[in-house]
């Protein structure tokens, strides 16, 4: 058996972090809706983790207008900010849309939409697809860690502002699509 400050109490001290850490999750889980019902709340609490738009914070709850859409702020289960589109709306748009023109994180969280620009051309065999044909929208992949764009459907349903001029076409051409990778 070792003394007080040998092998045992240093297992000890690592269990006792571990079950607070453990009780700080439970706590987290229960204030963000979740508690003994297992549903996630219906929106986050306003003092919650601000959403991200084109490197602008918005408060939980807030509801940003863009491109014929409006969004709202809210938590999601993992106590992640997301946007979720609440439907069409004729209101002009609130929030600056720049495009898909780079990798969403540290700009947009998860849910918010965006123009598709040449940042998001594709190949589909030796055929250039411009990504100013589609919306795109931020989303996480399957680990939840990493951020991303993903067509959501045509721009043809992004209203742009009086005075706001749809991407421009792309400076890529099909030349750069070899067997379906853009090179």
Request: proline letters at 6%; one cysteine or more.
């Amino acid at each position: 058996m070792s003394g007080i400050n040998g092998p045992v109490s240093r297992r000890l001290r690592a269990g006792i972090r571990t079950a607070l850490c453990a009780l700080a999750a439970l706590a987290a889980v229960t204030t963000t809706g979740l508690g003994a019902t297992g549903v996630p709340a219906a929106h986050a609490d306003a003092t919650g983790m601000p959403c991200l738009w084109a490197g602008n914070n918005y408060r939980q709850g807030q509801v940003v207008y863009a491109g014929g859409f409006a969004f709202s702020c809210h938590m999601d289960a993992f106590g992640v900010p997301r946007w979720n589109k609440d439907g069409g709306s004729g209101h002009h748009s609130t929030v600056s849309n720049p495009g898909a023109v780079g990798n969403p994180a540290g700009s947009f969280s998860p849910g918010a939409w965006q123009p598709g620009t040449s940042y998001n051309d594709y190949c589909v065999g030796d055929q250039l697809i411009e990504g100013r044909t589609d919306i795109y929208a931020a989303v996480t992949d399957n680990s939840g860690l990493f951020l991303y764009w993903r067509s959501v459907g045509p721009i043809s349903w992004w209203n742009f502002d009086a005075g706001a001029r749809p991407p421009s076409a792309s400076w890529r051409s099909s030349s750069l699509c070899r067997d379906g990778e853009l090179t």
